[in-house]
């Protein structure tokens, strides 16, 4: 079976999330390639989990006060702080049936390739269920994953370093709550790359590409003009609406 | 009259409920950080449980969100219908 590798690319939030729909559909109509693509996001970003409520999780004018996006994800989970410099993110688009079935198995499926991914820089991470990967019980990737029309989406993140004051910003913690103390036990309950290895962003991101395409045959790629159009087309209708990302 | 609740479901995620009632149940909205595939199941419990009486218990509601999770053959990651059931009550009484 042949894959699809997109190489690490830089989109703002509304064009990431269109993206990852359009490559489901993609898969879904025309059986084009399983599908890995690496991104960051630009400007930062916070993307909250497809049932969560937007004006409870995230401090909406301080994020446009900061110049950061926000968005709904088609995943469930929960809200993630997109730091431009902070991460790399992931998506794994495939049909469902290439994937183990249950949910908590495929997770691990695809964790497997970023823990994998880590342990080429000296990191010794596991998989912690139900989504999350730790070093040292301390979160270093989240990860979240629909299947729609028979294609399994799953994409996350891989901090590389945390920015948790601005993280608190932008995510509505009471402000009581934004104290030393409170940021403290964030740094204590998450971790990045940084922590435990001098490697770059750029080299975080030649481990995973080769813990994701281990043993695969697979070609770089890009998006085809259907999908870039359909990519578009998501932008404007869904991604980029109030009634997508304010309906909860 | 409008309700909220919200509550970390043992060895779980986080499920809230905004509920708008009177006798009966008129909207109910759940919101999270869980997981449920398809997603679509969520929005069809929320219509299931819109005219059940408010006085339902826990267990009618739970009875009724398994019926429809069932129905649609959903697999709920992080929740259940129970904790759900439970955070409608709580919402009742917030």
Redesign the interface.
Known sequence: MKWRVIPLEIHDAYENMSIDEALLESIANTGAYPTIRFYRWKPSAVSIGTFQSMEKEVNVGRCRELGIDVIRRITGGGAVYHDFNGEITYSILGPASIFPKGIRESYRFVCDWIIAGLSQLGIKASFAPINDIVVDGKKISGNAQTRKRGVLLQHGTVLYSTDVKTMFSALNVSSEKISDKAIASAEERVTSVSRHSGASLEKLYEALLDGFTEGKDFEFGNLGNEERSRAKELEASVYRTDAWNFSR | MDGFAEQKVPGG??V?V?LRYGKTIEKV???????????SA?YKIEAALAGMPASATSKELAERISSVAKAEEA?L??VTPEAIADTIKKAMTA
């Open positions: 995620k986080l809230g905004r909205l759940i919101t999270g950080d869980f997981f449920a595939h398809p997603e969520v697999e990651v992080g």
